[in-house]
Nanobody
Framework: QVQLVESGGGLVQAGGSLTLSCVAS????????MGWFRQAPGREREFVAA????????YYADSVKGRGTISRDNVKNTLYLQMNSLLPEDTAVYYC???????????????????WGQGTQVTVSS
């Protein structure tokens, strides 16, 4: 059974930092694009960042560009998202996702991703 399990969320003050992790099990995603998305109450799920299978290609939403860093460790089958200078508007449930297509391109469209985690809550207080 394929699972993506996020961790690292929590309550943080505005201006603070945190690092989210996503551990994959059941199969390896070392040849697959992976990404982070988030969903705030009453809003649609939105793209945050994506990373190519080798880790060399990254793509960020404008809202997190310069504040977020996506990375991966294919040996540990783990995806990371480091967020700095957090804002109250970063409050959301953050989801890890993986494309089923091998060596596809980094993509911001959630419908391109076939595997999803359950999410981890990030709350930024002002």
């Amino acid at each position: 059974q394929v699972q993506l399990v996020e961790s690292g969320g929590g309550l943080v003050q505005a201006g603070g930092s945190l690092t989210l992790s996503c551990v994959a099990s059941g199969r390896t995603f070392s040849n697959n694009v992976m990404g982070w998305f988030r969903q705030a109450p009453g809003r649609e799920r939105e793209f945050v960042a994506a990373i190519g299978w080798s880790g060399s290609a990254t793509y960020y939403a404008d809202s997190v560009k310069g504040r977020g860093t996506i990375s991966r460790d294919n040996v540990k089958n783990t995806l990371y998202l480091q967020m700095n200078s957090l804002l109250p508007e970063d409050t959301a449930v953050y989801y890890c996702a993986a494309r089923g297509l091998k060596r596809g391109y980094v993509d911001a469209n959630p419908s391109s991703y076939d595997y999803w985690g359950q999410g981890t809550q990030v709350t930024v207080s002002s």
